[in-house]
């Protein structure tokens, strides 16, 4: 089939294998490149034409979200590693902000899982299911102890929120000139740190200590 002409010599058995095959190729070039790739990069990658592509993903930005949901699980592994063992809730959140705006400036496709900062995209995703339910997956991960500081599902999804608009408002504008890690962990502590607190003092009338 015309679908299927090119690929190195070494066509894929069915459309599944296709898929795979551009989204890994997408994925392998976004981690080369630190940047977003277009359907004719992945086709030349590949050795086809971009129709063949398209025929798959109708947009880049549909290929963009495919290769950051392939990429999800990795980058959850390399972000639990670097929060291990941070039990109080602005500690492991501070660190856990400050490391996810560094690897999506390293790997920009991770971004579109928490904002709609892409060209044509929905301006609305900051708030998407998609996007909080992976902010869930992602605090779910640290080693901290919600529920001993007040929170249930529905405040943990709403805190979600609020951590993503943060994130979101960094993606558009880092500063300038932008903070140091540093310098942005003392204004996360600082800032943030209050409201991820909050919760507690609503729920008991008392904080825990650490903003």
């Given at each position: 089939m015309a679908r299927r002409r090119g690929w190195g010599g070494s066509p894929p058995e069915d459309d599944a294998e296709a898929t795979r095959r551009i989204v890994s190729a997408a994925v392998e070039l976004i981690g080369r490149t630190g940047a977003?790739?277009?359907?004719?990069?992945?086709?030349?990658?590949?050795?086809?034409?971009?129709?063949?592509?398209?025929?798959?993903?109708?947009?880049?930005?549909?290929?963009?979200?495919?290769?950051?949901?392939?990429?999800?699980?990795?980058?959850?592994?390399?972000?639990?590693?670097?929060?291990?063992?941070?039990?109080?809730?602005?500690?492991?959140?501070?660190?856990?902000?400050?490391?996810?705006?560094?690897?999506?400036?390293?790997?920009?496709?991770?971004?579109?899982?928490?904002?709609?900062?892409?060209?044509?995209?929905d301006p609305s995703g900051i708030t998407s299911e998609q996007a909080q339910d992976f902010g869930i997956t992602m605090i779910k991960r640290f080693d901290v102890d919600w529920r001993d500081y007040g929170y249930d599902d529905e405040s943990l999804r709403e805190l979600v929120e609020f951590l993503l608009r943060t994130m979101q408002s960094f993606f558009i504008s880092p500063g300038n000139p932008p903070r140091s890690d540093d310098e942005l962990r003392r204004y996360l502590r600082r800032w943030m740190g209050s409201a991820i607190l909050a919760q507690a003092d609503a729920v008991t009338g008392t904080s825990k200590p650490g903003a």
């Open positions: 977003e790739i277009s359907i004719a990069d992945v086709a030349e990658s590949l050795g086809v034409i971009r129709q063949t592509v398209y025929r798959y993903f109708p947009s880049a930005d549909a290929l963009m979200r495919a290769s950051a949901i392939a990429s999800v699980d990795g980058f959850l592994d390399r972000l639990a590693a670097q929060v291990r063992g941070r039990t109080e809730p602005v500690d492991a959140m501070t660190e856990g902000i400050v490391y996810t705006l560094a690897e999506v400036r390293r790997t920009p496709h991770l971004g579109i899982l928490l904002t709609a900062t892409y060209t044509n995209a």
